[in-house]
């Protein structure tokens, strides 16, 4: 059998090209730029307004993507991309067809395209770039931003600091609908981020990636963070990884042990302002979130160390 | 006195509309009239940004962008090679940059009054990040009269007491009052040619059916697919990694990380650092499990 996919043998052709206008430390950035090196050039990619369209694709008559790309309403992300490979199909071509959308335009504007896309099974991937609130409009809520978090439109005032609601999970409501391929992902976990987009690229039928990108304007994290982010969020609960084949849940990567979600919230100037009480709701939120997706009574990973994202692999923890 | 108009050229986030509100606030509270406001575009922390403000005895009705500014305020040095930041400015205003070298040694395209501060240097001692809205600040109370250096640190301590804190209000205002004694006035030189930007958009006639617009060249410029690489990013940041390939183990996770895709790989796993877009966010150097990469201030020595 061939050897997995990892960072040191994927593909090393850049298809979102430099030149790109992001911030400086963004975590869209480099989830965008590696999951379009393993997809390589045969493949037409859709945005929907977020960053993304604005330092990626869309300055038109600019674009940093080399491959071809379109860009249309903000709902519609699903449909859309359901429609390019509509028009391969008849063409006769086999090309990948990837829609990549911010939380805003999957968690709450596009959701209904995407739940009929998955609903219809369609052969197209869907990335949600989370970002966990409208970054590229200067930080207003989304259904994605977590508990206790200062955004625009969730202002830290005398009676309510920041966020009151806790943050959707979007992946059951993907997995509610018989789709191929669904799996959350994490910048930090390099191996495990790449063999999932491997496995993605080679099936067929509606597959949907979450990966958590770190945002240093609108978490107010210095931008060098974007990598101790996404990993403390890992450790700490606040993200899973974790991948569903037709229906059946399977973890990628079990933390050792639980840490406490302050050492993820004081990397943050988002969430500065909290409270104890604040703390204590949000950590019993994850508590509970955490035994249900590490269940103890959940079979063990036998035999399948090598596939977590920090083991079997020499450059790793090193 | 007539209206007063002043431009600021930053890049996102250095301050440029927080300094351009505090200016107003000032001279709110000597009693004036003012506004200020943002260039509204598509920027990103480290893109090259734009904010106005304007001040006058009178009611201002005026709401349009400043194109003839009475004082250029310039906030990075290294906008100077690539924005016409000295367009329109009135004879006989003035200019203030950021910038460690003498006004006499400042090229900015017109000849002019110049005051020059190293702001750069005072708000990573003071404040112990680039943030250099506040230095840029008092330097502007230097290199004109418009309004007095006690309203404009009394406007900081308003609008940075109240949002980030007093004891963020008064390092802040320490740091007007330390660029102002700080700052050195004199005359730039004229002899960059300001040159509009180029751009090219398709009138109707032009526009491309669906606008689907394949990779070419127009007006001297690349458009379409990959275009975007002619932008070289490299000026955003303030510091670039050194790399030490006697260190390195080939583990490419820097590769892996980089956001701007400046790390380019070889076969056999050599790396290669292309600063020409490295906006300095410092990953690479975070990731690094050898301490193989160090980030460093550019233009600092070795």
Redesign the interface.
Known sequence: MDRKMN??NMP?Q?H????????????V??AV??IMRILGENTTVYVPAS?LL???GG???????????LYSAFENTGAVISGIKAGYRRQGKDVTVIGIAGDGGTFDIGLQALAGAAERNEDVIYVCVDNEAYMNTGTQRSGSTPFGAWTTTTPVGKKIKGKRGFKKDLMSVVTSQDIAYAATLS?AH?NDFVQKVEKAKNLKGFRFLHVMTPC??GWKS???????LANMAVETGMWSLYEVVDGEVSITYRPKEMRPVTEYLKLQGRFKHMSKEDVDTLQSWICKKWNKRYCPTAPPLEGKEDDLAYGGDG??G? | MNMYEIRFHGRGGQGAVMAAQTIAEAAILEGKQAQAFPFFGAERRGAPVMAFARIDDKRICDRTQVSEPDMLVVMDESLLEIEPVAAGLKKGGCAVVNSALAPSEIDLGVVARCVSVDATSIALEMLKAPIVNTSILGAMARADDFVKLESIQQAIMNRFGEKLGEKAGRLNSSAAKAAFDRSREGTCKGERKIQRKNAWLPTWQETPPGVALPRTTKAGMAVGPGSMSQNLTGSWGVSNPIYDDSKCIKCQRCWFICPEGCIRRSDDGALRFDIRYCKGCGLCAKVCPKDAIAMKRKGASA
Do not use: K, W
């Open positions: 960072i040191r090393s850049d979102l090209l430099c030149g790109q206008g992001a911030c400086a430390g963004c975590g950035a480099i730029r590696n960053c604005i330092f990626g300055m038109y008559p600019h674009s940093a993507f080399d491959v071809p790309f910048i390099m240093a304007s210095d931008p060098s963070a974007t990598f101790d450059c790793e090193v």
